[in-house]
């Protein structure tokens, strides 16, 4: 709605579509990477996108930027965080081999140590807590009360990546030690908007991906978060199941591609 960041309704020609900044704004702030486009790709199926300005917590996407997906592992970001952040609200350390599970969660997007964090943290109270604590406007529980079909907009995917940032999610003592191994995830999980960076930066952008097919609704739902030093990024896509799972990967990179201030 209206005040909810800009939507990329570019008049053609128009490539500036900068958001015209509120007075209170510092005008010596340098552009973030992305510009506000209508992007016209050839992609099958639904996606969105929206990127968030850390500094100002301005955010621009498309016009899809509101509509929701299911989260798959992406969401195994806030479960980790809010693990670790009421941890040290209880005055606990957690054991290291807590953390060398929450390693495992966060760089290899293992399941069954994901299950136990989110039965740990209160499973549907937590998402709740993702949703206050974080600002989630459009986000939901899912129906089954799981972490994996927690309903997610893209820029909610912003938002919970600036919640991380920020050190909200995961509170003062664990975001460092989250962002840094939001860096290191490795393997399948490792694809999308860092992807589309050159490789010296994409070390430094922190990530979380979530990728499922879903036999019922038919679909492959890929999502990506990503937190940049200036911004938090949220790309979703879902398309026809029968297309597999690279051709979702590859449209996370190829939207953010398109969105760089640099794209050629």
Not at 8 to 19: C, E, L
Not at 125 to 146: E, F, H, Q, Y
Not at 178 to 198: C, H, S, W, Y
Request: aromatic share 6%; hydrophobic share 35%; net charge negative.
């Amino acid at each position: 709605g209206a005040g909810e960041g800009t939507r990329a309704t570019n008049v053609p020609g128009d490539r500036s579509s900068r958001p015209s900044a509120e007075p209170s704004d510092s005008p010596s702030l340098p552009p973030l990477p992305f510009e506000a486009k209508d992007l016209d790709l050839d992609i099958e199926g639904w996606y969105g996108w929206a990127v968030l300005d850390r500094r100002t917590g301005e955010i621009i996407g498309s016009k899809t930027m509101d509509e929701t997906s299911t989260t798959a592992s992406l969401i195994k970001s806030w479960v980790v965080a809010d693990y670790l952040r009421r941890a040290d609200e209880n005055g606990q350390k957690p054991s290291d081999a807590k953390l060398a599970d929450a390693t495992l969660i966060i760089r290899d997007s293992d399941n069954t140590r994901a299950e136990q964090f989110y039965n740990s943290v209160g499973r549907a109270a937590s998402i709740k807590r993702a949703i206050s604590m974080c600002g989630l406007t459009d986000s939901s529980v899912a129906p089954d009360g799981g972490w994996s079909r927690t309903a997610l907009s893209p820029r909610d995917v912003a938002r919970l990546g600036n919640c991380i940032a920020e050190g909200k999610a995961a509170g003062p003592e664990w975001t460092d030690w989250l962002l840094n191994e939001m860096r290191q995830v490795r393997g399948t999980g490792d694809f999308g908007i860092r992807k589309a960076f050159p490789a010296a930066e994409r070390k430094q952008i922190a990530i979380k991906n979530g990728w499922i097919d879903r036999t019922r609704e038919q679909e492959m739902h890929i999502n990506c978060l990503a937190i940049g030093d200036t911004w938090t990024m949220g790309v979703m896509v879902k398309y026809p199941i029968d297309m597999g799972y690279d051709y979702g990967m590859k449209n996370c990179q190829k939207i953010t591609e398109a969105l760089l201030r640099d794209a050629t």
